[in-house]
């Protein structure tokens, strides 16, 4: 069993009598990458702030392998962080900048020297250390800080938004490299963004928050495939949303008709919404689908047509097909049993999980 290294237990966090974190519990496991995703607002910095110990949790307890740190100073905390605007220091150069929390730890020249080379290499900046940070490009000075928390060898790296000011191409590829690296060191990876396309390109894990509260955990195929409830489903990927009733285990019923689906658990006749994401639904002949729609929009977006119906009870269809349809043509719309997801109204992380394992055996 790999062991955990961050656990959060019942942790509090209020600003004066505002409540910013309410009550959350987990258990992060060493080695793995995790990500918290959220809206802005919704508590990603205040958590991390937490666990590096810049700041005091309300009630609740923190612990790092195994033991309490509620009371343990920022600084013997063995964990970095790497923050969105960098916080280098301008009137440093490149290897001064990563040397200095050594300096302050008052290690040998030699030693310093050695690991700041390598940390250079690690960030694929080797003989980078006499420049300016100046002269380094945005990509360039998120690698030195980077190279600035490696140094320091931590267990756990935090990394607050360190790509949101990047441009996209460069975005890419530091997400590859920042992954590799992690990979490659083994280190912890707590890693924060509203960005839900990065949140599922890196991740092991990935905690989707809203309003201090963790909605839902999961790897990011799980999150994606079975979002917990409506603002899950809206905020990772595109997804259609209807409303409908579950007549029985794998029987639901939804713009009038009854389908097969590989969800239950539910009561009988329970009202409940139904998730069907774009990629999932195939466009066809209008006799030939399951549901029959009229098409009202159609945008070419360089690998497949975004396509959007109205079925007869007015839900509109997102459409993702590389198929091109005539916009006010009748087309047939087909999705398979397991494109069907069932949401049921205020369900909890737990029960929802638990409900899931009992009907897919997942
Ligand atoms: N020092 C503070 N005093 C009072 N309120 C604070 C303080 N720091 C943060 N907050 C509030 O706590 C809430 C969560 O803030 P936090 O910075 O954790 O959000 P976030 O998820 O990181 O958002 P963003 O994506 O915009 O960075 C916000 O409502 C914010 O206004
Ligand atoms: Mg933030």
Same mark, same amino acid.
């Given at each position: 069993?790999? #062991? ?20 959350? @519990? ?49 600084? =013997? ?6 923050? %969105? ?11 001064? !900048?990563?040397?200095?929390?050594? =300096? ?5 020249? @030699?030693?310093? @020297? ?17 420049? #300016? ?6 990509? %360039?000075? %998120? ?82 495939? +079975?979002?917990? !409830? ?29 389908? #097969? ?23 066809? +002949? ?19 047509? +975004? ?10 269809? =997102? ?26 109204? !205020? #369900?909890? +992380? ?9 009907? %897919?055996?997942?």
């Amino acid at each position: 069993m790999v #062991e955990s290294i961050i656990t959060f237990r019942n942790v509090t966090k209020k600003y004066k009598d505002t409540v910013i974190l309410e009550n959350i @519990n987990f258990e992060l496991k060493k080695g793995r990458f995790y990500t918290l995703l959220g809206p802005s607002g919704c508590g990603k910095t205040t958590t991390l702030s937490l666990i590096a110990g810049f700041t005091d949790e309300s009630s609740g307890d923190i612990l790092m392998n195994g033991q309490k740190i509620n009371h343990i100073p920022a600084n =013997k905390r063995k964990i970095n962080t790497v923050f %969105q605007d960098y916080a280098l220091f301008p009137h440093l150069n490149v290897f001064d !900048n990563i040397a200095f929390g050594l =300096k302050i730890k008052k290690k040998s020249k @030699n030693e310093i @020297n050695e690991k700041v080379t390598e940390a250079l290499k690690m960030v694929r900046l080797p003989g980078f250390g006499d420049r #300016e940070i100046s002269e380094m490009s945005g990509g %360039q000075k %998120q690698r030195v800080a980077i190279a600035r928390a490696l140094v320091n060898e931590p267990e756990v790296l935090l990394l607050d938004e360190p790509l949101s000011a990047l441009d996209m191409k460069l975005r890419k590829e530091m997400q590859y490299e920042l992954r590799e690296l992690q990979k490659r060191l083994g280190i912890t990876f707590i890693f924060v963004t509203h960005d839900q396309e990065e949140a599922l390109a890196m991740s092991d894990e990935i905690f989707v928050m809203n309003h201090g509260e963790i909605i839902q955990r999961g790897t990011p195929t799980a999150i994606y495939d +079975e979002p917990l !409830n409506k603002f899950v489903a809206d905020f990772i990927g595109e997804s259609n949303i209807i409303e409908g009733t579950m007549i029985a285990d794998g029987k639901v019923k939804f713009v009038g008709k009854t389908f #097969e689906c590989v969800d239950g658990g539910m009561n009988a006749n329970e009202l409940i919404e139904v998730v069907l994401r774009p990629e999932d639904i195939e466009v066809t +002949e209008s006799q030939k689908g399951k549901v029959v729609g009229t098409v009202i929009s159609q945008l070419f977006r360089g690998v497949h047509y +975004e396509i959007v119906c109205t079925d007869i009870d007015g839900n509109e269809w =997102k459409i993702r097909s590389t198929k091109k349809v005539e916009v006010g043509a009748s087309v047939g719309l087909n999705f398979e049993p397991e494109a069907i997801h069932i949401m049921r109204a !205020n #369900e909890s +992380e737990a029960e929802f999980y638990q409900r899931l394992e009992k009907y %897919q055996g997942s």
